[in-house]
C-alpha cells in the first residue's frame, strides 16, 4: 500500500518552486496558494522511506525556505 503525505512549503518564489518541484517523481500534484503556506505538494512513496527520499529532494529545491509535511491515512 501506498503511503501518502502533503507536504506544506514557504517560498519566496511559488511558481519556481512549483514547476521544479512538479519535476520530481513521486511528487503526485504541486500548486501554488494564495497566502500561508505559499505551495503545497502531494507525495507518495511504496513505504515512508521512499516518500521521506522524496520529501528529501523536495528540500533541496532552490527557493524552498521550509517544509511542513503530514502523513495522511486513508479512513474507511
Excluded: C
Excluded at 512549503?9 to 512549483?18: A, F, G, H, L, M
Excluded at 520530481?24 to 521521506?52: C, S
Amino acid at each position: 500500500m501506498k503511503v501518502w503525505a502533503y507536504v506544506f512549503i514557504t517560498t519566496n518564489q511559488p511558481r519556481k518552486v512549483v514547476h521544479a518541484i512538479r519535476q520530481i517523481p513521486g511528487v503526485v500534484k504541486a500548486d501554488a496558494l494564495f497566502g500561508t503556506p505559499d505551495a503545497i505538494a502531494i507525495v507518495e512513496g511504496e513505504d515512508i522511506a521512499q516518500m521521506d527520499a522524496v520529501i528529501d529532494r523536495m528540500v533541496e529545491v532552490p527557493g524552498i525556505l521550509g517544509t511542513d509535511s503530514k502523513v495522511a491515512r486513508w479512513i474507511e
